[in-house]
């Protein structure tokens, strides 16, 4: 169909079609988008209104849950698990740097060896690669330092 011929009844039931099977947050992107569609098509004159804009409200967002931190208690089960992990063992090495550095994920995915001071025992992450954009040390104890040495090599 051509965008000045769309209504609101025909978005309304795309994306109506994608809220009941189940994808909420797909069909939230799928009226947005689409909104975006229109916008454009208003922009470049052809169309004069945009419809997706009338179904505001017609998927309700999904509540966000978030994973609850483990509690002490389950930390020593959690570590003996990943010991008796088959994955690959850089994952692993991955999840106990975390426990030891309580950096973010992405803070650890992106490090660099450049980063690491092993003599020193500290880790400086970039500022640029910092929430409040500036740098961060990162103390690195002596089994953080025998893991990235691990990975290292």
Do not use: Y
């Not at 975006?36 to 505001?56: M, T, W, Y």
């Not at 483990?70 to 090495?93: K, M, Y």
């Not at 409040?132 to 990975?151: C, D, E, G, T, Y």
């Amino acid at each position: 169909m051509a965008v000045a011929d769309l209504t609101p009844t025909h978005i309304r039931a795309l994306i109506a079609s994608i809220a009941d099977r189940g994808a909420r947050c797909a069909a939230l992107l799928a009226q947005q988008w689409t909104s975006q569609v229109f916008s454009h098509a208003i922009l470049q004159g052809l169309r004069e209104d945009n419809p997706a804009s009338l179904l505001k409200g017609l998927v309700r967002r999904p509540t966000v849950r978030h994973h609850p931190p483990l509690g002490w208690s389950d930390i020593p089960e959690f570590f003996q698990r990943l010991d008796a992990w088959d994955g690959h063992p850089d994952i692993a090495i991955g999840l106990r740097l975390l426990a030891l550095t309580f950096v973010r994920p992405s803070e650890l995915r992106l490090a660099r060896w450049q980063e690491f001071d092993f003599d020193n025992a500290v880790w400086i992450v970039p500022k640029e690669r910092m929430k409040m954009r500036r740098p961060h040390m990162v103390p690195l104890s002596r089994q953080a330092l025998a893991m990235l040495r691990s990975l290292r090599a």
